[in-house]
């Protein structure tokens, strides 16, 4: 990319380790929800949404020049990405190792432009606004409109993507369920979003948004809640194997670490940091998380769909 970034790097844990130091009582409702999903998928039977939904999204657009301003065909594109990806629907998912591709899952989740916004009005489901601010950080300042940037829609209806500059070679972040609603969605920078314009390889796939928005249904990375400096770290997920820390780039299989051979390291999961050409996949275990997340935390965002709880 033409700032230098040529290694994923999200800042989802980094934000989320802010945010429970400011407000203690993200932490608390973060572990409630931890014990309440645990609690579900610990049962005889299967908790999963049990017809597809949509999620309603806005696209936030805040630019500081025209190069930033992405044009409506790019943001449609990144949101047949989301629908591909968390459908296993994507083209790529024969990639898969064999030794896997019986864990490849679809999560019956869609992801649609918002057509009513707010307050009802007919709406294209996206914003633009115009900053002085030449690159955001991880502080949520792009999602205040005292701060010059745009404050969330409604987060317990619609899924809030904010798209900007963001810098020190950060792609995206997201915030996980349970936390403050006024800064609740998912960040990524203008160069990584879509598959389109300004989107610049390696991460022109649309991936970024993928990996984010699994964080903001409650998905850890692959390698942890760090960055993987000990092999306890876990992602929660049974079927994801223990890997030591995250994979850059377009590896090969297999990547073998703690001691997770022969198949090694499940690179190719969106929950991993490598290139966008090289990541396909959910996993059952995954998705099983993910509904949980939607029959919980996240249930709001269904509205008027139906879901169930099936054996």
């Not at 160069?191 to 991460?203: D, H, K, L, Y």
Request: with cysteine; net charge negative.
């Amino acid at each position: 990319m033409a700032d230098g970034i040529k290694v994923r790097n999200c800042a989802t844990m980094e934000v989320f380790n802010r945010q429970v130091e400011a407000f203690p009582e993200y932490r608390r409702a973060q572990a409630s929800i931890e014990n309440h999903i645990n609690s579900l998928l610990d049962q005889s039977r299967s908790f999963r949404l049990s017809e597809p939904v949509k999620i309603q999204v806005v696209v936030h657009v805040v630019y500081h020049d025209e190069t930033q301003n992405i044009s409506e065909e790019q943001i449609n594109s990144q949101i047949v990405v989301l629908n591909e990806d968390f459908r296993a629907m994507n083209p790529d998912r024969s990639k898969v190792p064999e030794v896997w591709s019986g864990l490849v899952a679809d999560s019956l989740i869609g992801f649609e432009l918002a057509k009513v916004g707010p307050n009802g009005e007919p709406t294209n489901g996206i914003t633009r606004t115009e900053t002085m601010v030449e690159s955001f950080g991880t502080d949520d300042q792009v999602k205040d409109s005292a701060r010059d940037g745009i404050s969330p829609w409604a987060t317990d209806r619609y899924l809030n993507i904010w798209v900007c500059s963001l810098g020190n070679s950060i792609l995206g972040y997201a915030q996980f369920p349970g936390g403050p609603v006024e800064t609740d969605g998912v960040v990524i920078d203008y160069r990584a979003f879509g598959t389109m314009g300004s989107a610049q390889t390696p991460f022109n796939l649309g991936r970024t948004a993928t990996h984010e928005v699994g964080h903001y249904l409650n998905l850890s990375h692959i390698f942890g809640e760090g960055r993987g400096s000990s092999c306890s770290d876990s992602d929660y997920v049974k079927d994801t194997p223990n890997q030591l820390g995250p994979n850059y780039q377009k590896p090969s299989f297999p990547s073998i670490s703690c001691d997770n051979g022969p198949h090694g390291d499940m690179f190719m999961n969106y929950m991993d940091y490598v290139d966008d050409d090289s990541m396909y996949m959910f996993t059952e275990g995954q998705v099983a998380r993910i509904s949980a997340t939607m029959l919980g935390p996240r249930a709001s965002l269904i509205q008027n769909e139906r879901t169930e709880i099936y054996e």
